[in-house]
C-alpha cells in the first residue's frame, strides 16, 4: 500500500467525479407491477432529463418501454409522481411534453387517449372490469384562477368524454378500488393544509355505472395527516395516520378503527409526490413495511392478527422516496445503504436472498473513498435536541498537514418537511473525498422524528431550520472536527431559503450556495404553483395577514447583514421558485461589493435533471470554495466567473 501525501483539505483528488455522478447515473422511482411483471421509471441526466419506463424480463435483460422523445412525468402538483400505471401489459402514462395520457399496448406504439393539454393527470389506477383509469386530474383551463383538481373516470382507450368522481376539495390522492371493485377509497385535502399537516380518508360505493354512492368519512381531519390507504386482499381498508403523534398502522374494522401498531416510528413520509408506498400485503393477515426509527430505515413483516412486528434484517437504511410492492413471497423496494447506491431491490421473504434488479449506478469506487455518516444529537435553541449526519473527510490517498482542520459544508435538505438521507449519496461523497467534512441536517420540521418534531417548524420557518444549522456547526467546532473559519453552508429550494437566511442574518458560516433558492418570501407567496400557494401560512403565517414577518424573514430585504461569498444556481424554466429570486439576490450581494457568482441553466425546472448542468453545478461549487477559501484544486475544473474577487 502507498503512502498517502499530505494535502491540504479540499485539494485531495478523488475518483468520485462529477461526471460519473452525472453522465453514468440514473434516479430511479416508481416501481409498478402487473401481475409478475415488475416495472420502474428512470431519469437519465445523459439524455436531458428523460423519464423513461424499465421492465426487467425474466432474462434479467433491462428493457426501456417508452420510445424517445417520450418523457414520462406528470406536472400535476409540479413535484409529480405516479406518473404511469400497468395492467395487462398495456402500459398508461403521462408525457411530459404535452402532458397527455397515453396508452401504450403490448408491442405497439404509444397513443394519446386524453386530447387536451390543459387537464393532467397522475396517480392513475386501472378499472379493468369496465376499461377505465381512475387518475387525480388537474384542470388549468380557467387562468384566471389556480387550478381545479378532481377523480375523474375515463375510458382506457381514449373513447367518450372523461367524467368527474368527485370534486369540491383542494387536492386528491391514493384513489385505490377493493379487490372486487366495488369500493374506492382516497384521500383529500384543503388549503391551507399541506397533507402531512391534515387529510382526510374517504370511502364511496362504486355502482354498476363506475359512479360513486354513499360517500363517506373515514379518518383524518385538520389535524391528522393520513398517508396511502389500501385494500387487504380480503377486502379491509388499512391506512398510515399520525393521530398517535407517529405515523402509524391502522385499519377499518367492524367496530371502527383500530391501530395495528403503536411504535414510537415513522410508517409515512411527506407526500411531495404522488404514488409514494411504504407497505403491501404478503396475505390477508401479513403485511410487509418500510419505517425509520431516529434516521434509518428497515423492513418489518406485521402479523396484523397478533398486532406485532418482526424486523427483517437487510443491509439497507434508507428507503428512497419510499417505494415498496410485495408479489408472491417477493418485496420489491427502492433502498440503499451508507456504502451501496440507490437500487431496486427483491427480497425472498423465504431465503432472505436480496437481488439487484437495478442500480442507480455502477460504482467501481474503492470503498476506502467512501465516508460513513455518523449519527448526531446536539443542543440547539430553547434547550431543545436536533439531528445530524456527520461525514468525516475520507481518501486513503491523502492525509492533512499536522493541526489542520478541515473545511465543513453544512447541508439544508428541501422541503423544508424532509430529511437528510443515509443513503450512499455521491453528491456527499465529492466533498470528503477531496477533504471536506460534511454535516447533513435534520433540523426541527424534519420527518422522521415524530409529528411534535415536524411541527417544530410551524410558524418558524427561517428561524428554527437556520438555529439548527447553525449550532450543528458550531458543535462540531467545538468537537475539533471542522475549522471555524472555513464553515459553508449550502441547499436547494427551501434548503436554499435556510442558507440565504443563514447568511444573512448570522456571521457564523464563511460563504455559501443557494441552489434554486427562495430569497424573498412574499414574492414567493404570491408567485407559486396551487400546490404549495398556502404553505406558508403554516410555515410562517397567513399572508397578507402577517406581511411583516415575510418581511423580516427575507434575506432579500437585509442584504446589508450579509458578509461572504455567495454562488447561485437557477433553472429558468422554475414554476416553484422563479428565477427572479435568485438574479434580485445575485444583485443584491453583487452592488454591495461581495464575491459573488450566479449560473441559470436553459431548460432547468425546480432541480436539475440535464447531466452537464449537474456536472457544472458541482465543479462551479468547489471552485468557488477554493477561491474564497484558499486551497488549490487537485485537477482543473471550469473557471466561474465571481465578481469582487
Not at 367492524?254 to 413520509?269: Q, W
Not at 428554527?464 to 459553508?488: H, T
Not at 422554475?574 to 453583487?590: C, G, K, L, S
Request: net charge negative; glycine share 10%; hydrophobic share 35%.
Amino acid at each position: 500500500m502507498s503512502q498517502a501525501t499530505a494535502r491540504p483539505f479540499g485539494s485531495w483528488k478523488s475518483p468520485i467525479t462529477s461526471k460519473l455522478i452525472t453522465t453514468e447515473s440514473v434516479n430511479l422511482g416508481q416501481i409498478v407491477l402487473d401481475g409478475d411483471s415488475v416495472y420502474w421509471v428512470e431519469m437519465r441526466p445523459s439524455e436531458g432529463g428523460r423519464h423513461i419506463i424499465y421492465h426487467r424480463a425474466s432474462t434479467g435483460a433491462l428493457i426501456a418501454k417508452t420510445p424517445p422523445p417520450f418523457n414520462v412525468r406528470t406536472r400535476v402538483h409540479e413535484y409529480g409522481g405516479g406518473a404511469f400505471a400497468a395492467s395487462q401489459g398495456t402500459l398508461y402514462f403521462t408525457n411530459y411534453t404535452d402532458q397527455l395520457l397515453y396508452r401504450l399496448p403490448p408491442g405497439g406504439e404509444p397513443e394519446a387517449i386524453t386530447p387536451d393539454a390543459l387537464f393532467r393527470y397522475a396517480d392513475m389506477i386501472v378499472d379493468n372490469a369496465r376499461g377505465e383509469l381512475i387518475c387525480v386530474r388537474e384542470d388549468h383551463t380557467n387562468t384566471d384562477s389556480e387550478a381545479v383538481n378532481a377523480l375523474v373516470r375515463l375510458n382506457a382507450r381514449g373513447e367518450g368524454e372523461p367524467r368527474i368522481l368527485i370534486a369540491g376539495s383542494d387536492f386528491y390522492a391514493y384513489p385505490r378500488l377493493n379487490p372486487s371493485g366495488t369500493m374506492l377509497t382516497w384521500t383529500s385535502w384543503n388549503h391551507p393544509n399541506m397533507p402531512w399537516d391534515g387529510s382526510e380518508l374517504w370511502t364511496a360505493q362504486v355502482k354498476v355505472d363506475g359512479n360513486l354512492d354513499n360517500i363517506s368519512k373515514i379518518a383524518g381531519g385538520t389535524e391528522e395527516s393520513i398517508f396511502q390507504p389500501e385494500w387487504s386482499p380480503d377486502g379491509v381498508l388499512h391506512f398510515i395516520s399520525d393521530r398517535s403523534g407517529w405515523w402509524n398502522l391502522y385499519r377499518l374494522s367492524e367496530s371502527g378503527i383500530e391501530p395495528i401498531l403503536d411504535m414510537e416510528a415513522e410508517f409515512g413520509k411527506p407526500q411531495w409526490s404522488f404514488g409514494t408506498t411504504s407497505y403491501g400485503f404478503q396475505s390477508a393477515s401479513s403485511i410487509i413495511c418500510s419505517f425509520v426509527q431516529n434516521g434509518r430505515w428497515s423492513l418489518g413483516s406485521v402479523d396484523t392478527a397478533s398486532k406485532t412486528l418482526e424486523p427483517i434484517q437487510t443491509a439497507y437504511s434508507e428507503m428512497g422516496r419510499g417505494d415498496l410492492k410485495v408479489l408472491s413471497g417477493t418485496v420489491l423496494f427502492e433502498a440503499s445503504s451508507p456504502t451501496e447506491p440507490m437500487s431496486i431491490l427483491s427480497l425472498d421473504l423465504g431465503s432472505g436472498n436480496v437481488k439487484i434488479l437495478r442500480q442507480s449506478v455502477s460504482l467501481n469506487v474503492d470503498p476506502g473513498y467512501i465516508s460513513f455518516p455518523q449519527q448526531i444529537e446536539f443542543p440547539t435553541e430553547d434547550g431543545l435536541t436536533a439531528h445530524a449526519f456527520y461525514y468525516p473527510p475520507r481518501n486513503p490517498d491523502y492525509t492533512s498537514p499536522p493541526g489542520e482542520k478541515p473545511p465543513l459544508l453544512v447541508k439544508s435538505h428541501g422541503g423544508p418537511t424532509g430529511a437528510a438521507s443515509i443513503g450512499l449519496n455521491l453528491h456527499v461523497q465529492y466533498w470528503t473525498s477531496r477533504g471536506f467534512a460534511v454535516l447533513d441536517v435534520n433540523y426541527g420540521g424534519s420527518t422522521g422524528y415524530g409529528r411534535e418534531y415536524r411541527r417544530r417548524l410551524n410558524g418558524r420557518w427561517g428561524l428554527v431550520d437556520v438555529y439548527d444549522c447553525i449550532n450543528a456547526a458550531l458543535f462540531l467546532v467545538r468537537q475539533g472536527l471542522a475549522e471555524e473559519d472555513r464553515l459553508a453552508i449550502d441547499g436547494g429550494s427551501a434548503g436554499g431559503y435556510t442558507t440565504l437566511a443563514a447568511l444573512t442574518f448570522h456571521d457564523v458560516f464563511k460563504a455559501g450556495a443557494s441552489h434554486y433558492g427562495v430569497s424573498d418570501l412574499e414574492a414567493l407567496a404570491k408567485d407559486t404553483h396551487k400546490f404549495e400557494s398556502r404553505y406558508l401560512d403554516g410555515l410562517i403565517g397567513p399572508y397578507p395577514e402577517r406581511k411583516d414577518l415575510y418581511f423580516q424573514r427575507s434575506p432579500i430585504n437585509y442584504t446589508d447583514q450579509l458578509s461572504c461569498p455567495l454562488i447561485l444556481f437557477q433553472g429558468l424554466e422554475d414554476q416553484i421558485v422563479p428565477p427572479n429570486q435568485a438574479e434580485m439576490m445575485f444583485d443584491a450581494v453583487r452592488k454591495k461589493g461581495l464575491p459573488a457568482a450566479y449560473i441559470a441553466f436553459k431548460g432547468e425546472q425546480h432541480g436539475f435533471r440535464q447531466a452537464e448542468n449537474i456536472k457544472k453545478a458541482l465543479d462551479a461549487e468547489l471552485y468557488f470554495y477554493s477561491k474564497v477559501f484558499g486551497f488549490e484544486l487537485a485537477e482543473p475544473v471550469d473557471p466561474v466567473e465571481i465578481e469582487n474577487l
